[in-house]
Structure formats: C-alpha cells, structure tokens
T-cell receptor, first 111, second 114 residues
Framework: QQPVQSPQAVILREGEDAVINCSSSKALYSVHWYRQKHGEAPVFLMILLKGGEQKGHDKISASFNEKKQQSSLYLTASQLSYSGTYFCGTANAGNNRKLIWGLGTSLAVNP | DGGITQSPKYLFRKEGQNVTLSCEQNLNHDAMYWYRQDPGQGLRLIYYSQIVNDFQKGDIAEGYSVSREKKESFPLTVTSAQKNPTAFYLC?????????????FGDGTRLSIL
C-alpha cells in the first residue's frame, strides 16, 4: 500500500519553514526520507523506526507517530539548497523486507 | 571513494531489442535494488537481491530480468516484453535488508525508445 504524501507541492521564500507528511494505511515498521534534485539520484536524509522517535539533521528533522501511522518532515529556516522533491519510503510491519515509496512532495525555495 | 556506478547514463532501445543496464558497487553491501521512476512518480521496485545468487521480484518485474553472480554487480536486462520501457532507472544498495539502513543510489540510467 503506497504511502500518501502531503502536500504535493510547496513554494517557500528563503528562511521560511515547511512540514511534509507521509501517511500509511498499514502499520509501519520504518520510514525513510530522501531528497531528489531533478535528474539526479535520491539522497538519504534520515530513517525513523517504530517507537515514535524524532530525529534531526541540521535544520531538518522528522517525527514518527506510530498511532497515526504517519511521519512528518520538518524543514526550518529553509535554504535555497533545500529545493527538490522529497520522498518518503515506508516498510510495513507485515512486510519489512522492502520499501514502498510515496509520490513525492516538490519543494521550491525562492530567494 | 566508495559508491555505486550505473552505466550508461543514457540508453536507446530499438523495437524488439533487449538492453542491459549495468550497476556496480564497491561499498561491500549485501543488498541491491533496481527501481523505475516515471515523470512525476515515486520509485517502483523492479527486483531486489539480498545475497549473491538470490533475487526476488518487486512490484513491476514483468519484462525485466536480473542476475547476481557477484556481490558487487547487479545488472538489469530490459527485455522486448517490456512494452513501455522509457523511464529513469535507479540502482541502489544497502547493508542488511535496506529497511532499517539507508539505501545508497547510483546516478541513474535514462532509457528511451528509438
């Protein structure tokens, strides 16, 4: 079951914040977040495992709400380099051998 | 530097032709994956392999074939049975199963029909 990402697209001015959500209809085992720039390979941001942990990396952090089967990616004080498409990949509790990817959220940061 | 190398960067296929996309990694990773990405879409899993000489079908395996004879290499063949092969193909690798460790991606191969 493909996770649902929202919003589909976001436009920010440099320095603004954004939240991207990733929701699943099935119990989650892990959630991965990646950023992909046009025509390039996805780049790993972070992994969250069930247990409701929150992780941070510079000004990008994420949370995992096990009850809601949802993960949120928080981008604070956005920089131009944050532009790209953000994908979440989820592994379900019943099938934790492969990831299923969302359709992505396009983020554009303007000066 | 360790990483994943995909070749060629661009590939053109004629009708009825099989083509092979190369993927080599020197990260000593056990697991390797092939994904297909269409414009505006997420990644769809074609095949994955967790150990040498073993691989499993992903969600869209029809019209594709793979082999895993060496730990470092996981080539993907797009056969003539794949009627709509135009897409961006990404190879990835990871330690373990790849659901609790990061997947590292190559730069991709863009395949088009002539």
């Amino acid at each position: 079951q493909q996770p649902v990402q929202s919003p589909q697209a976001v436009i920010l001015r440099e320095g603004e914040d954004a939240v991207i959500n990733c929701s699943s209809s099935k119990a989650l085992y892990s959630v991965h977040w990646y950023r992909q720039k046009h025509g390039e390979a996805p780049v790993f941001l972070m992994i969250l495992l069930k247990g409701g942990e929150q992780k941070g990396h510079d000004k990008i952090s994420a949370s995992f709400n096990e009850k809601k089967q949802q993960s949120s990616l928080y981008l604070t004080a956005s920089q131009l380099s944050y532009s790209g498409t953000y994908f979440c990949g989820t592994a379900n509790a019943g099938n934790n051998r492969k990831l299923i990817w969302g359709l992505g959220t396009s983020l554009a940061v303007n000066p | 530097d360790g990483g994943i190398t995909q070749s060629p960067k661009y590939l053109f296929r004629k009708e009825g032709q099989n083509v092979t996309l190369s993927c080599e990694q020197n990260l000593n990773h056990d697991a390797m994956y092939w994904y297909r990405q269409d414009p505006g879409q997420g990644l769809r899993l074609i095949y994955y392999s967790q150990i040498v000489n073993d691989f499993q079908k992903g969600d869209i395996a029809e019209g594709y074939s793979v082999s895993r004879e060496k730990k470092e290499s996981f080539p993907l063949t797009v056969t003539s049975a794949q009627k709509n092969p135009t897409a961006f193909y990404l190879c990835a690798s990871s330690t373990g199963t790849g659901v609790i460790q990061p997947q590292h991606f190559g730069d991709g191969t863009r395949l088009s029909i002539l």
